[in-house]
T-cell receptor, first 114, second 114 residues
Framework: AQSVTQPDIHITVSEGASLELRCNYS??????LFWYVQSPGQGLQLLLKYFSGDTLVQGIKGFEAEFKRSQSSFNLRKPSVHWSDAAEYFC????????????FGTGTRLTIIP | IAGITQAPTSQILAAGRRMTLRCTQDMRHNAMYWYRQDLGLGLRLIHY???????GKGEVPDGYSVSRANTDDFPLTLASAVPSQTSVYFCASSDAGASYNEQFFGPGTRLTVL
């Protein structure tokens, strides 16, 4: 069965600093990987996704993520965070074509300090 | 375009009562999903439907039932609510099959069972 681990429950970053949120997955085949963001009181919005090809994927709001098969990781990065990036971030893994169910990590809450 | 709507926004319910959470999408997506979100546990899949007329069990289906009479609607029913079903419930949909597409989420329903 597939699984996702987000080892950081809460991260605090200064505005303008760089950010990296960690995600490790477990899946026997090529995974389909996603990062979602949830602002307070809102639903989830897709930031970016990886299916195949280039291992560095670009997303919305200036985020990017790198797929590293050897490390079973899909870490999310942003070079300079803004106060509006404060939110909860979820990594998810899917089993692939024909099976659209996603398994989510437990999330990382991001706090931005001035 | 509304995307996915959920009703009610929030509800307080006495234990033992029956409750149906409504979900409607206007994107003509064939697949729909129900998740519950609990602090420290992330999102867990309750039930899903790959196409109208079919449903399947997710990770935490006990105490919940779903139906998919048409493409647009995917109600979630708690036949006899218990306090452990206090949670935030999210409905999602995706255009599954031809390619692995993202899931779109509704705004959520906050349910409290007393």
């Amino acid at each position: 069965a597939q699984s996702v681990t987000q080892p950081d429950i809460h991260i605090t970053v200064s505005e303008g600093a760089s950010l990296e949120l960690r995600c490790n997955y477990s899946y026997g085949a090529t995974p389909y990987l996603f990062w979602y963001v949830q602002s307070p009181g809102q639903g989830l919005q897709l930031l970016l996704k990886y299916f195949s090809g280039d291992t560095l994927v670009q997303g919305i709001k200036g985020f990017e993520a790198e797929f590293k098969r050897s490390q079973s990781s899909f870490n999310l990065r942003k070079p300079s965070v803004h106060w509006s990036d404060a939110a909860e971030y979820f990594c998810a893994v899917g089993a692939g074509f024909g099976n659209e169910k996603l398994t989510f990590g437990t999330g990382t809450r991001l706090t931005i300090i001035p | 375009i509304a995307g996915i709507t959920q009703a009610p926004t929030s509800q307080i319910l006495a234990a033992g009562r029956r409750m149906t959470l409504r979900c409607t999408q206007d994107m003509r997506h064939n697949a729909m999903y129900w998740y519950r979100q609990d602090l420290g546990l992330g999102l867990r899949l309750i039930h899903y439907s790959n196409t109208a007329g079919t449903t399947g069990k997710g990770e935490v289906p006990d105490g919940y039932s779903v139906s998919r009479a048409n493409t647009d609607d995917f109600p979630l029913t708690l036949a006899s609510a218990v306090p452990s079903q206090t949670s935030v419930y999210f409905c999602a949909s995706s255009d599954a099959g031809a390619s692995y597409n993202e899931q779109f989420f509704g705004p959520g329903t906050r349910l409290t069972v007393l």
